[in-house]
């Protein structure tokens, strides 16, 4: 029984570690990522009878709690912030090229929209498998969906309108 459950595990976790890590490198820096991806696989071997035939999505909304609890115990809203502005200029830059407002926008963002759409987005899972990652129904994974939308647009659309501000030419220097 304790080889079987060992295995399932090994399987799991050469399927879609690389998934989850992903997932963590995209809100947390490389070291702290590969300590949730281990803690995500701790707590799937602990509960591995709950693992769904698609796990993906279950890994990933376990991934979401161990990275909360990590924010919360360590205190790090305010660096996470901080660590936003670099992948802003890092790795942001690498995945969306050319596209100064939107990753801008992105980086003002609520971490809750922000989250919904990158589901979406980066890990490139379906409306049902989001709102399983979230632990929303698609009802409720839909309706944010359409508000964070909503936000970004109005967001992109401030951040245009302040850099067209700053561009202009002020009476002083025409």
Known sequence: MELERVRRLE????EHAQAV?????????????????????V????????????PLPWLLATA?????NHRRA???????????????????RDEITGEPELLEALARLGERDREVLLLIAWED??????????GCSRATFAVRLHRARRRLAATMAQTKRERDITLQPTEATK
């Open 43 to 54: 707590v799937a071997f602990r509960r591995l009878e709950e693992v769904p035939d698609e």
């Open 125 to 134: 899972l379906d409306p049902a498998s989001a709102a399983a990652a979230l």
């Open 11 to 14: 399987g799991l976790f050469a």
């Open 21 to 41: 890590r992903a997932y963590a490198l995209r809100r947390i820096d490389p070291s702290t990522a590969d300590d949730i991806v281990s803690e995500v696989f």
């Open 74 to 92: 360590a205190s790090r809203r305010e660096v996470l912030t901080a660590q936003l502005i670099a992948l802003h200029a890092r790795v942001w």
């Open 64 to 68: 979401r709690r161990v990275l909360a």
